[in-house]
Every structure is written in structure tokens, then in C-alpha cells.
């Protein structure tokens, strides 16, 4: 029987950010459609409730009348990812402070609602290697030597092996799910 909760938010969780909730990925997006404010407010609030226990917290991106963009994220991983020092001087370039992931997150939210579009960094705030976020950047989306979750311009062969990783977890993931696991028992602690 389905409870008011057994939304496509719940579905989105488990489809489009199985690899976070497994801790082997930093952070998913997903994008999703409401009909009102409550609504996904009240979604939100019952999510972030079960996942704030488990290390994951949610955050919304961008919002219109009827659709949103929400981010879900391990605060540890992400934090231990902004503070390489590679990525971190990176990112400052960009107006990012190193050392404070809301205040990074707040300024993601405002480059992509200023531009419409996703910043060449978000994929440092989804896992991204370094230099596929700067090959991409660089190359303008071409030329790349493999295209998975992102355009891979680095280690070929190591991003291959995580693409798969990925897709392993999504699979096992979503039939745990449909066989009737919770999203709270699927979503491991870290």
C-alpha cells in the first residue's frame, strides 16, 4: 500500500542517486516535477528526516513554477572533494570559499540561476574528476575520449570502471527497491 511519501520523489531517489546513497558518489542531481510549493517542500522535509541520519542532506538548485532541482549530497564526501587543493583553487577562480560547503552551494545555486544553465564546475560538486571538468570546459564538450555519466578527457579506463560501478549499483538499487526495500534501509551511514 502506498503511502502519500511513495512519490516520484522517492522514485528519483533510488533512479537518479543510488551511487550517494551507497556512499560511492559525493552527490546525484535530479530534477523533479510538482504542483505546488508544499508539496515539494513537505517531500523534502520527510526525506531530508529519514537521510539527515544516514549523512545525506538535500538541497534545491533551482526552482520554477513546477519543477525543481535537487541536489542530493553526503556532506562529509563533498567536503573532503572541495577541500583537494587542486579543486579548491579551481574553484576559487570561480568565487568559491574553500572551507564552507553552504556558502558553496549558495553560490552554485546563483551561477546557475544567473546563467540558465549548468556551470562547467557542478561536476566537481557531483564526483567529477578535475580534469574532465577542465578537458570539457577546455574542449567545449568535444573531442573527448569517452562519454558516460560525463565526457571523460583523463583516465579513460578509470572512469570506464566507475561508470560501471554506477550502473551495478543503479540496478541493484531500484530491484532492492521494487522487491520492496526502503529507501532508509537502502541508504548506507557514513
Known amino acids: ?77 563533498l567536503e573532503k572533494d572541495l577541500k583537494n587543493t587542486k579543486i579548491s583553487t579551481y574553484l576559487s577562480d570561480y568565487g568559491y570559499k574553500e572551507n564552507n560547503i553552504n556558502q558553496n552551494l549558495e553560490n552554485l545555486k546563483h551561477r546557475i540561476e544567473k546563467c540558465n544553465c549548468f556551470p562547467h564546475e557542478i561536476g566537481l560538486f557531483l564526483s567529477y574528476p578535475l580534469i574532465d571538468v577542465i578537458g570539457f570546459s577546455k574542449h567545449k564538450g568535444q573531442n573527448c575520449s569517452h562519454c558516460g555519466y560525463w565526457k571523460v578527457y583523463g583516465d579513460k579506463k578509470l572512469c570506464i570502471k ?29
Open 162 to 190: 566507475q561508470f560501471q560501478n554506477y550502473d551495478k549499483c543503479n540496478d541493484i538499487y531500484l530491484k532492492l527497491w521494487t522487491n520492496g526495500r526502503s529507501v532508509q534501509k537502502l541508504t548506507v551511514t557514513a
Open 1 to 77: 500500500m502506498m503511502n502519500r511519501y511513495d512519490t516520484d520523489f522517492e522514485s528519483s531517489l533510488i533512479i537518479q542517486c543510488a551511487p550517494t546513497l551507497a556512499s560511492i558518489k559525493s552527490a546525484n542531481l535530479f530534477s523533479i516535477h510538482f504542483n505546488c510549493d508544499n508539496q515539494l517542500e513537505c517531500d523534502i522535509d520527510f526525506w531530508s528526516n529519514i537521510l539527515n541520519e544516514k549523512g545525506i542532506k538535500i538541497y534545491v538548485l533551482r526552482k520554477n513554477s513546477n519543477k525543481a532541482l535537487i541536489y542530493v549530497y553526503r556532506y562529509t564526501s
